[in-house]
């Protein structure tokens, strides 16, 4: 009889800590495919042996940390995880000889200045602005590059573009626009979810397959109502899992428009990934006769299927990509920025083009990549000027009074949290950078969310979680990339106050959907207090009676714009992170999700502050961003 193999130190701690690392507990058994980053791996077995020289707890990292007393090699994220409570924090990490980072070599340091010279070459030697100004223009470009898209110069930029290209949706075209607005009037008249997400004692399979065909048939119908020949060709004489690769496309765009577009598609979306998180249900699939779903567009992946993904090693993609920005410059130096963008897009153009590869597909993944530093500079930024107005405006040590003071209280004001000064400057620092680098990584969290949703090895639950009905599901790859980001911030932070608990997978955030619609309103929460503190800013630089009347106004409440700001954003400082929005720890306090549930409570009083009237008059109509109210 052979004897069954000693569980390994990884498969202890694992056990140990699947509930924070993976934040659900499935009766079913644990959850195989957490380690995994692609939907390749769902139809592969899950080795349980790291490889030498790869963490023991993901074994998809190289190692970079050895524990004395576990005797185990960890990376980073896995080794600051599991040390980071119990007797495991008396633990001595060090670090692994020859594991430094690879991008410390000289060879792969960025030679800025030799893309400030492709840039420079590209413009015109007759341009009227003189050559300083075509030198400085260039490097506020470089320097917009560099913080619009976060990349590190000691990283190759070949290397980093290639990286952040493989999550970045590509742009639709005229053509498929036209078959998104197809798939949006379909969904849009759909009741999919009233009918599939109730507690019912019929064949709930029978009832999936029914909705889908019924929406496929709306879509059919609309398609040959627009084009009458081209859905003639598509459908006459043609049975329904015929048509698999049609409607794959037609819900691919779907998906793909919505990453690069959150603001869009607010109901309709949730309908497409719940059904098509039902179709990918193996007992569901076999009755359709066709998979549903088809991997999302890259740029990444179209350039490198048409075997043109050496034009994203080209240094001049940084100059094509880059997003522009006026505040500060004058017209000359702006119409410069422009032009340089625009040379630099043609020449990559024509280096790159091919048969297989024509310009125009080209121009449209760079065009993605821009339309990336766009979202990049509307989400992310307000994070930025928040951090700015903290550190600047605040100290740490102690406040300027009592009225700008940030200690908190619990039970006081609605507060669940007591925070001195200087532990709440530090808690919103942190949680401040923390949105900011999910922000930044939210494409590719995206894209973790889109494979944990569809992955038919994590099948959902349907639970009252206390508000309604909703599938529950594990979601191991956000969980492993939340994790990465939340380490990322805990190394680059002074010191970190409050729970570092991320809810995942249970009754506060059910699945990888509501976690992206979470970290989406982050930057509709931000950009109204952002707005009107600039607003305050500029009345002084004004010349016109409506800035001067408002001047006055502010003046007589305040004494002047400068105290004004400072008043908003202490009075956002403690009540936005005061742990409030629930009756107890688990659905509010300090814990990851705790800090945002918080900041949409304080949205949710903002009629009944002081400064309300600034707000409004600095065109302030809600933090959704339109005019349905104050919600």
């Not at 059919?220 to 698999?244: H, I, P």
């Not at 690069?260 to 039902?278: A, S, T, V």
Request: proline share 3%; net charge negative; with cysteine.
């Amino acid at each position: 009889m052979t004897m069954p193999a000693a569980p390994s130190l990884g498969d202890i701690l694992r056990a140990d800590s699947d509930d924070v690392l993976l934040n659900t507990t499935r009766s079913s058994g644990s959850i195989s495919d957490s380690d995994s980053d692609n939907d390749s791996d769902d139809a592969a077995a899950v080795d349980d042996t790291a490889s030498d020289g790869f963490c023991v707890e993901c074994k998809d990292q190289q190692a970079g940390v050895y524990c004395e007393q576990c005797q185990e090699d960890f990376c980073e994220v896995c080794g600051a995880m599991i040390h980071r409570t119990g007797r495991r924090r008396l633990h001595v990490l060090k670090p692994l000889v020859g594991a430094a980072d690879a991008t410390d070599s000289p060879q792969q340091q960025q030679p800025e200045a030799q893309l400030r010279q492709g840039a420079e070459n590209d413009v015109d030697d007759d341009d009227d602005d003189g050559d300083s100004e075509n030198d400085n223009s260039e490097l506020s470009g470089m320097a917009a590059a560099t913080q619009l898209g976060a990349w590190d110069a000691n990283t190759p930029f070949d290397e980093w573009i290639k990286e952040r290209a493989k999550s970045i949706p590509l742009r639709l075209t005229l053509r498929e626009r036209k078959y998104l607005r197809l798939l949006e009037a379909a969904l849009n008249v759909s009741e999919y979810t009233d009918k599939i997400d109730v507690l019912m004692y019929t064949n709930k399979a029978k009832r999936i397959v029914t909705q889908i065909k019924e929406l496929c048939a709306i879509l059919s119908g609309l398609v040959l109502a627009t084009d009458y020949k081209a859905g003639q060709a598509l459908f006459e004489d043609r049975q329904f899992d015929q048509n698999g690769d049609f409607y794959q496309k037609i819900f691919e765009i779907g998906r793909r428009h919505k990453i690069m577009n959150p603001d869009k598609m607010r109901n309709e979306y949730g309908k497409l990934m719940y059904m098509l998180q039902d179709a990918q249900a193996p007992d569901i699939a076999s009755m359709l006769g066709f998979s549903a779903v088809a991997p999302i567009k890259t740029v990444y992946s179209v350039l490198e299927s048409l075997g043109a993904s050496c034009v994203l090693e080209d240094e001049m993609v940084a100059v094509a990509t880059r997003e522009i920005d006026a505040h500060g410059k004058t017209r000359s130096q702006v119409q410069l920025e422009i032009k340089q963008k625009e040379r630099a897009m043609e020449y990559l153009c024509k280096a790159y083009a091919s048969a297989t590869c024509p310009a125009e597909v080209l121009r449209q993944c760079l065009y993605s990549i821009g339309d990336n530093h766009a979202y990049l500079r509307f989400n992310r930024d307000p994070c930025d000027r928040m951090l700015g107005y903290l550190t600047t405006l605040f100290s740490a040590k102690r406040a300027e009074s009592d009225a700008l003071s940030l200690a908190i209280l619990r039970g006081r004001d609605g507060a669940r949290l007591t925070h001195s000064h200087e532990s709440q400057f530090y808690y919103v620092q942190q949680t401040l950078t923390l949105w900011r680098e999910i922000l930044h990584d939210m494409f590719a969290l995206w894209m973790h969310a889109d494979a944990d949703l569809l992955s038919p090895r994590t099948p959902y639950r349907l639970k009252d979680t206390g508000q309604g009905l909703n599938r529950m599901q594990p979601c191991p790859r956000v969980a492993k990339a939340v994790h990465a980001v939340l380490h990322r911030t805990q190394k680059a932070t002074a010191r970190w106050v409050g729970s570092s608990m991320v809810h995942l997978g249970d009754r506060n955030v059910p699945n990888a959907l509501v976690f992206i619609d979470k970290y989406n309103q982050v930057a509709s929460i931000l950009g109204p207090v952002v707005s009107a503190t600039a607003f305050l800013e500029s009345l002084q630089q004004q010349s016109n009676s409506r800035a001067e009347k408002i001047l006055r106004y502010v003046q007589s409440l305040y004494g002047s714009p400068e105290d004004a700001v400072k008043h908003i954003l202490a009075d956002f400082f403690r009540s936005a992170f005061d742990g409030s929005g629930a009756d107890n720890f688990f659905d509010a306090g300090s814990c990851i999700d705790g800090r945002l549930t918080s900041a949409w409570n304080w949205c949710s009083t903002i009629e009944s502050k002081p400064f309300f009237n600034i707000f409004l008059l600095s065109g302030f109509v809600g933090f959704n961003g339109g005019p349905e109210g104050f919600n």
